[in-house]
């Protein structure tokens, strides 16, 4: 299927949490492929966060969401500047390596994600405490 470009993680740009952070604010969008459930219980909080999940859960467990890179190019141009997180990296890495395979030009992979952005006191949104009953 993709043999043809057999290349892999060696292609995406890895950039570390405060690179990032510097690329968001100079106008790229931030899109988080961890899970809906995840990016509700909090987010890097930049303008225009995406959150379209890379893997899902199902009953079987985890597994890679079918539809990721067309729900991506439905909101994302492939001229368009993101940088692609996750809850530690891995899943971000291998969804920039998707999305460069797809023909997105300028994708950066932060490494660390979410999890390193909250250890560096980064902005982040977290839902609003609920109500007690």
């Given at each position: 299927?993709?043999?043809?470009k057999?290349?892999?993680?060696?292609?995406?740009?890895?950039?570390?949490?405060?690179?990032?952070?510097?690329?968001?604010r100079?106008?790229?969008?931030?899109?988080?492929?961890?899970?809906t459930?995840?990016?509700?219980?909090?987010?890097?909080?930049v303008?225009?966060?995406?959150?379209?999940?890379?893997?899902?859960f199902?009953?079987?467990?985890r597994?890679?969401?079918p539809?990721?890179?067309?729900?991506?190019?439905?909101?994302c141009?492939?001229?368009?500047?993101?940088?692609?997180?996750?809850?530690?990296?891995?899943?971000?890495l291998?969804?920039?390596?998707?999305?460069?395979?797809?023909?997105?030009?300028?994708?950066?992979?932060?490494?660390g994600?979410?999890?390193d952005?909250?250890?560096?006191?980064f902005?982040v949104?977290k839902?609003?405490a609920?109500?007690?009953?």
């Open positions: 299927m993709d043999s043809q057999s290349s892999s993680s060696a292609d995406v740009v890895t950039v570390d949490v405060h690179a990032a952070k510097d690329l968001l100079s106008g790229h969008r931030y899109l988080d492929v961890r899970t459930e995840e990016f509700n219980k909090g987010h890097v909080e303008e225009n966060v995406l959150n379209i999940p890379y893997m899902l199902t009953p079987e467990g597994v890679k969401n539809h990721f890179l067309e729900q991506v190019q439905a909101v141009s492939k001229d368009g500047y993101l940088v692609v997180g996750c809850q530690s990296g891995v899943r971000s291998h969804a920039s390596t998707e999305l460069l395979k797809a023909d997105f030009k300028h994708v950066s992979n932060m490494g994600g979410y999890a952005w909250v250890e560096k006191g902005a949104k839902p609003a609920e109500t007690e009953l």
